[in-house]
């Protein structure tokens, strides 16, 4: 048996390298947006996301260790011996990514997950203190989805390895001043494709859920380029800068649809459904907003006689 206080924790977090490339990318940005009076910072805003970035340190490093010891003990029943070579780490790469695209995807796509991932599409501003106004939720259950990679054979601390540098690399992309970037947009997740990603305009909603490698929205059908402005934040903005009310205000929305509903596949249709959806038929999910754009859109380009 595993013991959390025992088991020696042979995994090296990349996050702490990064940290000091943070404070200065941001601090770099932080001064070119005020100097050209861009707006892209605002104080309250910056500070929630601060705020938020902080008290999840405490928790991410509780979910880790958590992880790490789960891993561990799905890793003792491993289907192939994977070693720790180059070719593996490429591999996993790929795997990792993969993971992370769909548990992106369902976050946006399932109501209860949406209660946690909105906290990160909450702000009316998109920089580079952005990536940091992560839910603190999703601690609970965010390594799950990763269990098929130790399975296989990958080792424990690879993948959680792997799991620090993807989202590393997600700092950069959240990006206001970096613009296209020629061939590489065909394939990687740039600043162009995360901005989509982030605004709340109808055609951009859902779109663009990749880590690091843009072809799996190519592949199953949710990419979009960026050719209108995005305008960032909700469909409906929240207005709160509390980190407490940022981090539950959806739960607290659901729960109050889930106890005003009556039938039991009802509640469970809150909970499980895309966000939008209402028992009444009154609210509207993304897919039907965005068909209704695409009516709309085709009505008037329809050639008159």
Known sequence: ????FKEPFSFFD???VAIPFYVI??????YYSTKNRLHVYEKKDTKANLSIAFSFLFFSVLGRCIAYVFFKKIYQYHLLEIPNSGWAWIALLFADDF???WYHRLHHQVRLFWAAHVVHHSSEKLNLTTPFREPWSVILYYHFFWTWLPLIGFKPSMVLTMISINLIYQFWIHSTFIRKLGF???FMNTPSHHRVHHASNI?????NNAGIFIIWDKLFGTFQKEDDKPIYGLTHNIKTYNPVTINFHEYAALWNDVKNTKTISKKLSYLFYPPGWSADGNGKTTKELQ???TQATRIINFPRP
Do not use: A, V
Request: glycine letters at 0%; proline letters at 4%; a negative charge.
């Open 14 to 16: 990349p996050t702490s």
């Open 1 to 4: 048996m595993i013991n959390l």
């Open 203 to 207: 055609k951009y909603l859902d779109k």
């Open 99 to 101: 993971t992370f695209y």
């Open 25 to 30: 990318f941001i601090c770099i940005e932080l």
């Open 184 to 186: 590489l947009e065909w």
């Open 291 to 293: 068909k209704e754009i």
